[in-house]
Antibody
Framework: QITLKESGPTLLKPTQTLTLTCAFS??????????VGWIRQPPGKALEWLAL???????HYSPSLHNRLTITKDPSNTRVVLTMTNMDPVDTATYFC?????????????WGQGTLVTVSS | SSELRQPPSVSVSPGQTASITCSGD??????VSWYQQKPGQSPVLVMY???KRPSGIPDRFSGSNSGTTATLTISGTQSMDEADFYC?????????FGGGTKLTVL
């Protein structure tokens, strides 16, 4: 059974850097094809994809946010870290991490419970 | 850039069929996934590769995709199906999500 759980700060001030950790079990990021993605959802709004990292360290970022995002695999291969620089109140959202198996038209399953990050001065 | 368009809301009576659409350029040439999100919960995959149901998803959920529109169909809709639904596909190496559709069962 695959499970994922997000952790990180709940409150940030504008211009600060967000660091989120996704701890997962039930699969290994050393196995060919495996990946972890980050997706966020502002309160009352739609899902927005942020980033993906695969077992081979191939990384993909949202075109609109790529200059602020970094996704990395923890050396333990049981965690994935997402950093987002220069946080703004519009970045207030629930941030989800999710499992992904690489394919041309891959899907996300399952998802973590999400963590709400609020950006406010 | 590409985008996926969904109606903001769809209403259906219990026991009837609900159809939720997702439109995009040449969408029929891509595979689409669908997610159901109930209030306060994480999204759950309910359809992938247009019409494949993950284990545990009731067979009243079905999917199709042709031309520029993908459709998630819920037959014999139940009150428990009330939720937000999101479609998802890819554009090159980028993930696209639709704006979401709120399904109301009334």
């Amino acid at each position: 059974q695959i499970t994922l759980k997000e952790s990180g700060p709940t409150l940030l001030k504008p211009t600060q850097t967000l660091t989120l950790t996704c701890a997962f079990s039930g699969f290994s990021l050393t196995t060919s094809g495996e990946g972890v993605g980050w997706i966020r959802q502002p309160p009352g709004k739609a899902l927005e994809w942020l980033a993906l990292v695969y077992w081979n360290d191939d990384k993909h970022y949202s075109p609109s946010l790529h200059n602020r995002l970094t996704i990395t695999k923890d050396p333990s291969n049981t965690r994935v870290v997402l950093t987002m620089t220069n946080m703004d109140p519009v970045d207030t959202a629930t941030y989800f991490c999710t499992h992904n198996i690489r394919s041309t038209w891959a899907w996300f399953d399952p998802w973590g419970q999400g963590t709400l990050v609020t950006v406010s001065s | 850039s590409s985008e996926l368009r969904q109606p903001p809301s769809v209403s259906v009576s219990p026991g009837q069929t609900a159809s939720i659409t997702c439109s995009g350029d040449n969408l029929g040439e891509k595979f689409v996934s669908w997610y159901q999100q109930k209030p306060g919960q994480s999204p759950v995959l309910v359809m992938y590769q247009d019409k494949k149901r993950p284990s545990g998803i009731p067979d009243r959920f079905s999917g199709s995709n042709s031309g520029t529109t993908a459709t998630l169909t819920i037959s014999g809709t139940q009150s428990m199906d009330e939720a937000d639904f999101y479609c998802q596909t890819w554009d090159s190496n980028f993930v696209l999500f639709g704006g979401g559709t709120k399904l109301t069962v009334l």
